[in-house]
């Protein structure tokens, strides 16, 4: 009987179909975690349709989270899709009626670039004078943390019973990181910004500084996306056990010490 080809037998590894692709304490078990997981997140990143949907779904997801912004009713943090052909009209819509009035003709909101495609319209009932915005990309901000940790998760080698549980919990997980990075900038740049006069509060030298880091960190830092995947992964995993039965199998193959 003639010996399947290297090419098949590496397919059949990729995909699942062999002994040695089920055998999770092997060496090559990295390699498939590795080379499926960037072919899962390649088709995403190549997906223009998926960005655009998924542009949508953030923008209102994390605008029902932040209007009104937290426990300040008074204020409100609404997003927008800075390519709409009716921009303009949309955000006069979100205004009060007594600010809309006063907006000259002339007036035009930013406009989209490469990578910001949402627009954030801060409002304080309470300084109906000054309104501000923001401008931010779903794909930075959402997508690419997202795409990483369900590539990482349908990579994950364990039955795909538990990949679907893996998948709810993670997309939870992430969801809830992506709404704290929205709540640090529009914070830190909005509603906490001392030069803002539709400011909610005004921090602290000590809690300026603090909220300034962390909004570099968590929102700034174009690395911090391909990080934080992998610590969201790792938590969703040992939440529910996996990662001590791989440690545990790693172990009796000799490949980690037990000390």
């Keep these: 009987m003639p010996q399947p080809s290297r090419f ?3 397919l059949a590894f990729l995909l699942g179909l062999s002994h040695r692709s089920r055998d999770r304490s092997s060496p090559l078990a990295i390699v498939r975690l590795v080379v499926i997981t960037a072919i899962i997140y390649a088709l995403f990143m190549s ?4 960005m ?3 542009g949508n779904w953030f923008r209102t ?21 800075l390519n709409s052909p009716t921009l ?29 495609d949402t627009l954030i319209v801060l409002q304080n009932k309470k300084t109906l004078e000054k309104i501000g915005f923001q401008r931010t990309g779903s794909r930075l901000m959402g997508y ?7 590539a990482l998760i349908l990579a994950t080698p364990v039955s795909w019973l538990r990949r679907f549980v893996y998948l709810l919990a993670g997309l939870v997980v992430v969801h809830a990181f992506v709404v704290l990075r929205m709540t640090l900038m529009v914070a830190e740049r909005g509603f906490a910004d001392v030069n803002e006069k539709y400011r909610l509060f005004t921090p602290s030298p000590f809690w300026t500084r603090v909220l ?11 690395t911090f996306n391909y990080v934080i995947h992998l610590i969201l992964w790792a938590f969703t995993l040992i939440f529910f056990g996996s990662i ?7 172990r009796r193959r000799g490949i980690m010490s037990s000390q």
């Design 244 to 250: 001590p039965s791989f440690l545990e199998a790693w």
């Design 47 to 50: 997906s223009q349709a998926l």
């Design 8 to 10: 098949r037998r590496a």
């Design 144 to 150: 690419t943390p997202t795409a990483l940790l369900v």
């Design 88 to 116: 303009r009209q949309d955000v006069l819509k979100l205004l009060e009626p007594e600010v809309a009035r006063a907006i000259p003709p002339s007036f035009k909101p930013p406009g989209p670039d490469k990578e910001k």
């Design 52 to 54: 655009h949907r998924y």
């Design 212 to 222: 300034n880091g962390a909004r570099e960190v968590f929102c700034d830092d174009p």
């Design 61 to 81: 997801f994390n605008g029902a989270f932040l209007s009104p912004f937290w426990f300040w009713p008074e204020a409100r943090a609404d997003m927008l899709d």
